[in-house]
């Protein structure tokens, strides 16, 4: 079942993957120039601005796949399943995680990264506003009346 404590669980889980993927794309990045530099068309005519464009997409492809791969191989390592976190399970361990639900795990963190980080700071405010018993945010104003 799934629970909030889970459901933060399981967006902590996966956004740390996604970081640490992030981080080994990096890395890639400093060993490969080629990853790491921005084309530019030499004259502006059709010819460049296409080859450059060609360059940036390729480099924007490679980039991705190293992250994908990156977030794919930190789930297999860990050997725990995010779905069996995020529906509270007893143990999310898993005797085989080099299967192809581990490496469709990796795409889910990689492009889903910037989604999730942001459902988990909701997620943790309203556990916050829920357990301090807090009425939710409204904003306020500060307002003076006419004086005589």
Avoid at 15 to 37: C, D, M, N, Q, Y
Avoid at 66 to 71: E, K, P
Avoid at 116 to 139: C, D, H
């Amino acid at each position: 079942m799934v629970t909030l404590d889970s459901s933060i669980a399981f967006f902590v889980y996966v956004t740390a993957v996604s970081s640490a993927a992030a981080g080994v794309t990096e890395a890639f990045k400093s060993i490969i120039p080629f990853l790491s530099t921005d084309y530019e068309p030499k004259e502006d005519c059709w010819e460049d601005q296409n080859h450059a464009a060609r360059l940036m997409n390729y480099k924007r492809f490679f980039n991705l796949l190293i992250s994908v791969l990156a977030a794919g191989a930190i789930f297999g390592m860990l050997g725990l399943d995010p779905a069996l976190i995020l529906t509270g399970a007893q143990t999310a361990y898993v005797d085989d995680p080099w299967q192809v639900g581990t490496w469709l795990w990796g795409i889910v963190a990689v492009f889903g990264s910037p989604f999730f980080a942001s459902v988990l700071k909701i997620l943790e405010g309203f556990k916050q506003s829920v357990n301090y018993n807090q009425p939710p945010n409204r904003p306020r104003q500060k307002v003076s009346g006419p004086r005589e």
